[in-house]
């Protein structure tokens, strides 16, 4: 693109000899080359705090994890056994593998409370579905109350959450709870694989196996039941945080699958407690552990827990990516600083 001198500078040239003409051309060049070059970078620092502005706003968009019950409805009446349950979450990533493992914002799973919300009457721990059945064994016809809410991948519960459904249980074939057992020998719960100290996939299944105790997943959350109850599965329980973390599993069966891939590599303690309806020890039982290498290099690579011990914040996600455009547009500014200096110089 040829640059045009001004009138004035035409007339000034009149006036100057060969050299002067040149070096005054050559400055007027400069100017307007100096011109063009601020204006791409105060277009390109526009751009950068566009792009910043934006990647804040995204962030703040990221609500607050939420749960809303969309069956049961309030006042239903429910006429089958067990009671089916469908809720509707947002904000939240609840796969199965963060069960347990250290908190992070944005993971967590469900949990289902009848008639109080309490660790007693805890039905069970749901993970990676937004449908689920409560069954009926034990429940008695008439007006009971659901109560579900999001934990913290320790489960803890998230109070704010929490979703209240009145309804009447009037089912035609009423389930009643068994019988206890007569007292006997003292419940006893052993891991028959792996085997201690083995090295093991993130996708692992305990065998187990357990004497003089009936577990039955149909009674978790239920008034005690002697001779009755279910399993605790706990990972790392000697360096859990608080009462729950570590919880991986409920289960009430001898095979049981486990998605370790949210755990990092290296060693790990596996649990197996017995416990009764209410989620208390089984009297004078003894737990089973051993101890694994987690080889989970297909996995998440775990996760780790802030210094404050705390979820992270939404923004924490995109603080990188602010910084490195920040780092640009200093360096943009700075060109545009040492552009026009020179052409201070220059002129």
Not at 300 to 305: D, E, F, N, R, Y
Request: hydrophobic letters at 40%.
């Amino acid at each position: 693109m040829r640059i045009e001198a001004h009138p004035k500078t035409r007339q000034t040239e009149a006036r100057l000899n060969d050299g002067e003409k040149r070096s005054l051309r050559s400055k007027v060049g400069q100017r307007s080359s100096g011109r063009a070059v601020a204006r791409r970078v105060f277009r390109l620092l526009a751009v950068v705090s566009l792009l910043t502005f934006t990647l804040v706003a995204s962030a703040a968009a990221q609500g607050t994890p939420s749960i809303t019950v969309v069956s049961p409805t309030p006042g239903e009446k429910i006429t089958t056994t067990d009671i089916a349950v469908q809720v509707k979450t947002s904000d939240i990533d609840t796969a199965c593998q963060w069960v347990g493992t250290p908190d992070k914002a944005g993971q967590g799973n469900i949990h289902a409370f009848l008639d109080k919300a309490s660790l007693g009457t805890l039905i069970n721990i749901y993970c990676g579905t937004d449908t689920f059945t409560i069954p009926g064994e034990g429940i008695t016809p008439g007006q009971h109350t659901l109560f579900i809410d999001l934990a913290s991948n320790t489960h803890a519960d998230m109070a704010d959450t929490m979703q209240k459904v009145e309804f009447d249980y009037e089912p035609a074939t009423p389930k009643p709870l068994p019988a206890a057992k007569p007292a006997g020998a003292t419940p006893t719960i052993q891991i028959v694989s792996p085997a201690d100290g083995a090295t093991v996939d993130s996708q692992l299944t305990l065998q187990l196996k357990w004497d003089n105790f009936t577990p039955t997943c149909d009674l978790e959350g239920k008034p005690v039941v002697a001779g009755y109850g279910h399993l605790h599965v706990v990972i790392d329980a000697e360096k859990a945080s608080s009462p729950l973390a570590g919880l991986v599993a409920m289960p009430c069966q001898s095979s049981v699958p486990l998605d370790l891939s949210g755990w990092s590599a290296g060693q790990h303690t596996i649990m197996v407690a017995l416990a009764q309806n209410d989620h208390t020890p089984v009297p004078n039982a003894q737990m089973a552990s051993i101890t694994v290498t987690l080889d989970n290099s297909a996995g998440a690579g775990g996760q780790v827990m802030p210094a404050t011990g705390q979820p992270r914040s939404d923004a924490a996600s995109v603080s990188p990516a602010i910084a490195v455009l920040t780092v640009f547009g200093i360096g943009l500014a700075a060109a545009g600083v040492t552009m026009r200096r020179r052409r201070t110089r220059n002129v």
